[in-house]
């Protein structure tokens, strides 16, 4: 220690006239504790630049943990955008088929992608009774025997496959209920909307077959039924689907519960379309929904 005190002088001459320019007092204490200063000072200036600025994504290995959770967050919204899109396409390209009538095109595969439950009744909930009146109806229409009007002599089910105009048939109401929103082709709203409480079940119109079942962010939980005689109909916006593709359905049967799914949906309802040789057709000039 007595020699780290020993005092040094350090002179700067001018080589050419050995003229003193300045001088500095020192000692080797002096000299330790200003260089560990120095490099103590510069690793602190450099530990603050690579924690408060950008330079650390140049350091391999150093993680911006902040950053990484941000990728995963963006990375899970991205894989969620790209289901919806697969949902749409899968969406869109049933509906293809189903207004050109290539049923037989959809195959097990198809019906898989939807999405659906294993065995959609076990989602059915426990408060849903089924109505005796429905049941006798559905019975009658099933077995030829049920006249929609005196005037009119109702034909059998197994004679549908004829062409008969559609005037002819005879559709059993989905739900009862207000209509809310009409159908109107000038705003692409091509079915009609009936309010209806909380857990109503929704029956199919006619005997048929579903040809589609599964959700889609704009129409929610939707179903589609193939019926005799080019008639399709389609039910939107449920809570719960009661059957899958492929189903073979009796008229007055519940394939769904009346539900509010879909971005487009602002309450409970059934927004209901009647199709015919693939074109839409006002569901209320054929249906009594009161």
């Known amino acids: 220690m007595e020699k780290l005190r020993d005092k040094y002088r350090l002179v700067i001459m001018n080589d050419d006239t050995f003229e003193e320019v ?12 200003a260089v560990s200063s120095l490099i103590v000072g510069t690793a602190i200036l450099v530990t603050m630049l690579i924690i408060w600025t950008p330079l650390k994504r140049y350091i391999p290995g150093y993680g911006d ?18 289901n919806e899109i697969e949902a749409h396409r899968l969406y869109n390209e049933t509906f ?16 898989k992608k939807q ?20 049941e ?28 008969i105009p559609l005037e002819q048939l005879f559709f059993i109401p989905p739900v009862s209920g207000d209509i809310t929103a009409k159908y109107d082709l000038k705003k692409n709203h091509f079915g009609l909307d009936v309010s209806a ?5 929704v029956k199919v119109v006619s005997d048929g077959s579903v040809i589609s079942a ?3 962010v704009e129409t929610g939980y939707s179903i589609a039924v193939q019926h005799p005689n080019n008639v399709v109909t389609i039910y939107k916006h449920n809570s719960v689907l ?17 539900g509010n799914s879909g971005e487009n949906s602002s309450g409970p309802h059934l927004h209901f379309e009647l199709w015919h040789k693939g074109r839409a057709v006002d569901p209320g000039l054929y249906i009594n929904f009161k």
Do not use: C, W
């Open 242 to 258: 009661l059957r899958r593709e492929g189903d073979l359905v009796k008229a007055g049967e519940a394939i769904a519960i009346i």
């Open 22 to 33: 300045t001088s500095l007092k020192l000692t080797p204490l002096s000299v330790y504790i």
């Open 65 to 82: 943990f902040t950053r990484d959770s941000e990728i995963a967050e963006l990375t899970g919204k991205v894989s969620d955008l790209e």
């Open 115 to 134: 999405g659906q439950p294993e065995n959609p009744a076990d989602t059915l909930p426990h408060d849903v009774d089924k109505i005796p009146e429905d």
């Open 214 to 216: 599964g959700y889609t």
């Open 197 to 201: 409480p909380k857990n109503t079940a």
């Open 136 to 163: 006798q109806l559905r019975s009658a229409v099933a077995t030829g025997t049920f006249t929609a009007d005196p005037k009119l002599s109702q034909a059998p089910l197994s004679s549908l496959g004829r062409d």
């Open 96 to 111: 293809r088929k189903m207004l050109t009538g290539d049923v037989q095109g959809m195959t097990e595969e198809d019906v």
